[in-house]
């Protein structure tokens, strides 16, 4: 059974940095063919696809977010590590996290129950 | 960047209704096209990927279709369990984007 769930703090500083980690089960990163996501999804509004990082540390971003983020594996193996540098307070957001397959159609097949983050001083 | 246009952004339909929600691509994105729904408070749930697959364990009054840039989702016979907020995703390029959503209300 694969599971995903979102750390970090509830409350940042606007132009501090956001990190945030997806701990999962379920699956290996290292297998093969599988991925991590994060998307996030502002009060109200619709989801917005941040970064993803494949088995193979093949790493994606969002065009015009990439120069914020930094997505990497976690220490444990069984981690994925998201961060945001000059956080604002647009960047308030529930903060999910997602198993990608990486064969077929690249989806999410599972997410975690996310994470609020709210950005103000 | 590849954008997704929904629509309707908004819709109200009775239990028992079909409706159609549509998903257009600016640019061809074969079937890496994926259908979410989510519920006030919760993670979306996928519904269909590759455009017309159906997750395992979602009813079969759940359709999708389509390829390249237009693509719908159908529901047939609503439910009540339903009346959420449905988002398209497509993955066919190096970033992934999502529709603004199409949020089903009951008449």
């Known amino acids: 059974q694969i599971t995903l769930k979102e750390s970090g703090p509830t409350l940042v500083k606007p132009t501090q940095a956001l990190t945030l980690t997806c701990t999962f089960s379920?699956?290996?990163?290292?297998?093969?063919?599988?991925?991590v996501g994060w998307i996030r999804q502002p009060p109200g509004k619709a989801l917005e696809w941040l970064a993803l990082?494949?088995?193979?540390?093949?790493?994606r971003y969002s065009p015009s977010l990439k120069n914020r983020l930094t997505i990497t594996k976690g220490t444990s193996k069984n981690q994925v590590v998201l961060t945001m540098t000059n956080m604002d307070p647009v960047d308030t957001a529930t903060y999910y996290c997602?198993?990608?397959?990486?064969?077929?159609?690249?989806?999410?097949?599972?997410w975690g129950q996310g994470t609020l983050v709210t950005v103000s001083s | 960047d590849i954008q997704m246009t929904q629509s309707p952004s908004s819709l109200s339909a009775s239990v028992g209704d079909r409706v159609t929600i549509t998903c257009r691509a600016s640019?061809?994105?074969?079937?890496?096209l994926s259908w979410y729904q989510q519920k006030p408070g919760k993670a979306p749930k996928l519904l269909i990927y590759?455009?017309?697959t159906l997750q395992s364990g979602v009813p079969s009054r759940f359709l999708g279709s389509g390829s390249g840039t237009d693509f719908t989702l159908t529901i047939s016979g609503l439910q009540p369990e339903d009346f959420a907020t449905y988002f398209c995703?497509?993955?066919?390029?190096?970033?992934?984007?999502f529709g603004q959503g199409t949020k089903l209300e009951i008449k």
């Open positions: 997602a198993h990608r397959l990486y064969s077929g159609f690249h989806t999410f097949d599972y």
């Open positions: 379920g699956f290996s990163l290292s297998a093969g063919e599988v991925g």
């Open positions: 990082i494949y088995w193979d540390d093949d790493k």
């Open positions: 640019q061809s994105i074969s079937r890496f």
């Open positions: 590759g455009a017309s």
């Open positions: 995703q497509q993955s066919y390029s190096t970033s992934d984007t």
